[in-house]
């Protein structure tokens, strides 16, 4: 028989989507607890919805005056005073501050709560209270609480006090100052008091200030109801309408309350300050005129400027008379550097230069006429001519004098230089003084603009906080005074039911996605294909029926579903190797033991013998003989003797037996326990039983060992022509299914192919098999498409 490998399998699906219809199926088999769920948190919350206090809610719009919307103040004041302009983020921001919301409390006195119970509910009264209590001495931060009972028209019961004995009743009358454990109270009829009321318990609770003042704030809404806009919606919930009414109205007017005292109080200070820095001002405008009046004097009535400007032009004068002299005296001292470098008496002097005056320039120019005279007659006769000589002496006395007057020239010039040196330094001072008296003439005239400017901007700034100060207004005008009506907002019925409902309906699907999520058991058939490829025959359901005792549940003309589902695994067996004459020995093994490998042999056994066929059972689990032990029949001999004894006849072996119905099954047994299996499963005597056997009967069903336990069911599985591996469903972990593969890749049993065991009416899989049940009743469906656990298991 040749063994049918993965790839001659039909290709599997890649399933890994999720069918919702599938989850839905799943889900809806546990409407039970669904229904209990449901009505277990809608019981809760409705019990919930019965007790919790009713909220109410209430809306005022009000307006942020400011210039723009209040023409009357933009009239007569700057935009840029300080009265009438607001930001409105500021403003909300101080509507929400503690110290208004304490005040609020104080004025609406809602520290002190007045409640009655109607029902499970908790009603707050406020107003509407039959009584008021007065607390005398009573401190913010205390808390305490007592309940009042009217009893008649002049007397009221109070017990249940929350400090000392709570057991202490007292009967007092109304407007009476009374000593209780909570201290002297004072209780007085209201307008709301009636006869309804007698015997009616009022819990009155004095609640501490700033307890009450965070949760009124914590209930406050204040919403800028345009981003530009000056217009706020203020909206405050509580547990009664008429409080949350006056908390927002008192609130409002304590606030323009204390803005109107603020700008009063800011205005007079403003006032006050004022009229002391103008008497301030007005001396020191009067010192700063006396000190521009001495200083004018004291130039003699001439301008600092005017005279500034005529030192100046002085000095100007004097240093370019300076620069002329320097120029001159350098260009004297040019011609004397000359002359005193050029000693040679034959060497003319450069005459009308402009570098002396002009009495050297006529005694330079005799002397060059001497010198060419010299020169001619030199030049005639010899420099021994005594007209020569004595000329010579003449040119050396005339060029001493031309020295001697450069040098003077040079001398009275220096002289010339210093004095108007002393000149300019003298107008130089005069013009350096000037900056110094117009810095002082300036500083003075400054001061005069500033105090006078500050003078006057004073006078106007007095004139402007006498108009303010007499059109202070408010800072929050009311546009729709506050409502909301009388019905509550809070709890909603609808929403508290749906709430339970909803948990009701969300908790069971949770807890059972859950339980699907992280269940690795190998429940249907999806979970195997989904991971190995050995060929899958057949699905077998949960053995329920109790009519025998008998680990045979077939019968040959039976409709019921493990009948119908050996009959399949009978015709996949016959499709495994069609073509194959000689398919006789179907060897049944498991991966541990209890996975219903015997169960599964006897009833193929039974089911093949109902074609009047020819069919032996052989138990080769020769350790145990677990088959064996299903017959009630007295064995004497069996495989061990067998195998032990070779001349023990094959028939000595055999015994006739009726599994159900009249169809016969021969038996094999074990005979007895075998010390040494391993050993006898090693011999030749088990090939020549098996084939002995093969020659009589038409099949043989084989109950081998578990294995990866011992080694007894892969020696044994050389004499099966097809090895059926039975799994047990959700005792096995998926996580075992590729040790299963590992096996059929190896070869170690021959022909394998798989039956599931043990399936279950569970929505996690996905019904009793592949194509039984039709028409029988049973609701066991032929469902081509794989279940949404085992879809579900292979996407995760």
């Known amino acids: 028989m040749s063994k049918l490998s993965s790839t001659d399998m039909p290709a599997k699906p890649d399933n890994k989507f999720i ?78 501050s503690k110290e208004l919301m304490r005040q609020v409390v104080a004025i609406t006195g809602a520290d002190v709560s007045y409640s009655d119970k109607q029902g499970l509910r908790t009603i707050e009264l406020y107003k509407d209270a039959p009584v008021r209590v007065t ?28 400090k000392g004995d709570g057991g202490v009743k007292i009967v007092t009358t ?74 927002i109205t008192n609130m409002i007017e304590v606030y323009n309350a204390t803005t109107i005292e603020d700008k009063s109080e800011i205005a007079e200070n403003t006032s006050r300050f004022i009229r002391e820095r103008l008497a301030i001002i007005e001396v020191e405008l009067g010192a700063v005129e006396s000190d521009i009046e001495r200083l004018k004097t004291s130039n003699q009535g001439v301008d600092v400027e005017t005279s500034g400007q005529m030192y100046l032009s002085e000095s100007r004068q004097s240093q370019a008379d300076k620069n002329t002299v320097e120029t001159e005296i350098k260009l004297a001292e040019m011609m004397r550097d000359h002359l005193r470098a050029g000693e040679s008496s034959k060497e003319l002097i450069p005459n009308n230069t402009g ?54 020239t040079v001398q009275g010039l220096s002289i010339k230089r210093n004095n108007i040196d002393r000149e300019y330094r003298k107008l130089t001072g005069k013009v350096m003084q000037t900056p110094s008296k117009e810095r002082v003439m300036l500083s003075v ?21 006498a108009l303010n100060q007499a059109m202070t207004e408010n800072n929050i005008k009311i546009i729709d005074p506050a409502t909301g009506g009388n019905s509550p907002i809070a709890p909603s019925k609808v929403r508290k039911v749906g709430v339970g409902m909803g948990i ?22 999806g979970d195997i294909e989904n991971t190995v490829s050995v060929p899958f025959l057949a699905e077998i359901p949960l053995a329920v029926n109790k009519r025998s005792s008998s680990d045979v549940k077939v019968q040959e003309h039976g409709r019921d579903p493990i009948t119908e589902s050996f009959r399949i695994l009978r015709t996949n067996i016959s499709f495994m190797n069609p073509d194959v004459a000689d398919s006789k020995v179907i060897m049944f093994s498991s991966v541990r033991i209890g996975a219903g490998k015997t169960f599964s042999a006897l009833n193929l056994a039974a089911t093949l013998s109902f074609l009047n066929k020819r069919v032996a059972v052989v138990d080769l689990d020769i350790r145990k003989g677990t088959l064996s032990s299903k017959f009630d029949l007295p064995v004497t001999k069996g495989v061990t003797h067998f195998l032990a004894n070779s001349t023990l006849p094959i028939d000595d072996i055999i015994y006739k037996t009726t599994l159900t119905d009249g169809f016969e099954v021969d038996l094999v047994p074990i005979g007895v326990p075998a010390p040494n299996p391993v050993e006898l499963l090693l011999t030749k005597r088990l090939d020549e039983l098996i084939d002995t056997l093969k020659g009589r009967y038409d099949y043989l069903v084989v109950d081998s060992v ?59 899989s996905y019904g009793y098999g592949y194509g039984y049940g039709y028409g029988y009743g049973y609701g066991y469906d032929n469902k081509k498409n794989k279940g949404f656990f085992d879809r579900f298991r292979k996407k995760s």
Request: aromatic share 10%.
């Open 445 to 465: 005239e400054r001061q005069q603009k500033v105090k006078e400017e500050l003078y006057l901007f004073l006078l106007n700034k007095r004139e402007e906080n």
């Open 355 to 408: 570098l002396v005056d002009g009495n050297v320039e006529s005694q330079i120019a005799e002397y060059n006429a001497a010198l060419l005279r010299k020169n001619r007659l030199e030049e005639g006769s010899s420099s021994e001519n005594p007209v020569v000589q004595e000329l010579n002496r003449t040119l050396g006395s005339m060029r001493s004098n031309i020295n001697r007057a450069i040098d003077n």
């Open 135 to 162: 607390f005398e001495n009573k401190k913010a931060a205390e808390y305490f609480y007592l309940t009042v009972t009217p009893k008649d028209d002049n007397q009221v019961e109070l017990s249940n006090f929350s």
């Open 706 to 764: 578990p294995v990866e336990i011992i080694a007894d069911a892969y020696i044994s599985n050389r004499v099966a022509d097809m090895t059926i591996f039975v799994i047990r469903a959700g005792t096995i972990d998926r996580r075992q299914l590729p040790a299963i593969e590992k096996i059929y890749t190896n070869n170690k049993l021959k022909n394998m192919a798989i039956v599931l065991n043990g399936i279950k009416q569970d929505p996690r």
């Open 174 to 247: 109304f407007n009476k100052l009374t000593q209780t454990p909570i201290g002297k109270i004072s209780v007085a009829k209201s307008e709301n008091y009636s006869k309804y009321y007698f015997g009616e318990q009022i819990v009155v609770t004095k609640n501490n200030v700033e307890s009450m003042v965070g949760h009124f704030l914590g209930n406050l809404k204040i919403t800028q109801m345009e981003d530009d806009a000056s217009l706020l919606m203020i909206a405050m919930e509580d547990n009664s309408a008429q409080r949350a009414a006056d908390v």
């Open 504 to 525: 009701g309906l969300l908790l069971p699907t949770v807890i059972l996605l859950l339980m699907l999520t992280f269940d690795n058991k190998v429940r249907s058939r």
């Open 19 to 96: 069918n919702i219809f599938d989850i839905i199926q799943y889900l809806l088999h546990y409407w039970k607890w669904y229904l209990l769920s449901i009505l277990i948190f809608t019981a809760y919350f409705y019990y919930q919805y019965s007790k919790s206090p009713f909220i109410y809610s209430q809306y005022e719009t009000v307006m942020i005056k400011t210039p723009e919307n209040t023409p009357t103040s933009s009239r007569v004041t700057r935009s840029s005073m300080y009265y009438n302009t607001v930001n409105v983020a500021s403003e909300i921001l101080q509507l929400k």
